[in-house]
């Protein structure tokens, strides 16, 4: 069972949300929030899969609790995903330095939500192609950082690939077919080039990888 919070200031979101989500067999809405300070609190308290969160609240902005949410030890198993009407480029960016794991626009096809849901709460990066345009976007207009040598040494060559192919949006199974190898082969090396770099999940490799200047925008 897919546990759910879910942190939007107006009432008939919220109200909608729960309604298709209570439905699914696999997903159960455990708690509500008002607030992102609310948010932050009903995450140590019921310690959701997942965390669907407003970026804009009163109290204390999403993105801000976000931060909250993943810089708490005791929250590691908590997904959490911005849920935005807008999709800006400024939100894309600060968001995913917080730690959000991907987007959902609110007013995306009941299906798509629901597996957004799941895609989370594997552990996997939710970056709709829409959002991952707008992603790369913002790194054509500022000059990467020259990763340094000690952080591209700790990557074997195979992790090195498979960072470059996940920050182009391939998923699991495309990565293993490109590398011929087999698909857990494939998370493995995810798993463990995150677990070198100290990335929480995958969308914070992929940000990673462009920072670095490992990929590049419009490359492959």
Known sequence: MIRVLLA????????????LLDAEDDIEVVAEAVNGSEAVARAVEFRPDVALVDIQMPVLDGIEAARRIVADPALGGVHVVMLTNYGLDEYLYRALQAGACGFLVKDTDP???LHGIRVAARGDALLSPAITRRLIGAFVARPPQAASGSALEVLTNRE?????LAA???SNDEIAAGMVISPATAKTHISRAMTKLRARDRAQLVVWAYESGLVSPGSG
């Open 168 to 170: 182009r949006g391939l």
């Open 160 to 164: 090195r690939e498979v960072v470059m």
């Open 111 to 113: 299906g798509d939500l």
């Open 8 to 19: 939007d200031d107006q009432a008939l979101i919220r109200a909608g949300f729960r309604a």
